[in-house]
């Protein structure tokens, strides 16, 4: 069964970098794009990046230069390198997969950028 499990979060103050890691299994990762979303405290869940199987990517206007999405198929990984991170950044990260009708969702996990 398809199962993606995000680590690496963590507090981290404003101006500083973490590094996002998704692993995916149940599929085969070099057929599909996968998007890092995040959802912050009383807003609704938002797109962050994606990534498609043949690596071209799209960014949120709001992390635009601040954040590389990148994958290693060969891992069954998809990361997200977040830099300058700003305290609006705060929020639980989740990786996404969209699969015909279906979407699959990690646990997420939480980034604290502190002021």
């Known amino acids: 069964q398809v199962q993606l499990v995000e680590s690496g979060g963590g507090l981290v103050q404003t101006g500083g970098s973490l590094r996002l890691s998704c692993a995916a299994s149940?599929?085969?990762?070099?057929?599909?794009?996968i998007g890092w979303f995040r959802q912050a405290p009383g807003k609704e869940r938002e797109l962050v990046a994606t990534?498609?199987?043949?690596?071209?990517?799209n960014y949120a206007d709001s992390v635009k230069g601040r954040f590389t999405i990148s994958r290693d198929n060969a891992k069954n990984m998809v990361y997200l390198q977040m830099n300058s991170l700003k305290p609006e950044d705060t929020a639980v990260y989740y990786c996404?997969?969209?699969?015909?009708?279906?979407?699959?969702w990690g646990q997420g996990t939480q980034v604290t950028v502190s002021s």
């Open positions: 996404n997969l969209h699969r015909g009708w279906e979407d699959y």
């Open positions: 990534i498609t199987g043949g690596d071209s990517t």
């Open positions: 149940g599929f085969t990762l070099d057929y599909y794009a």
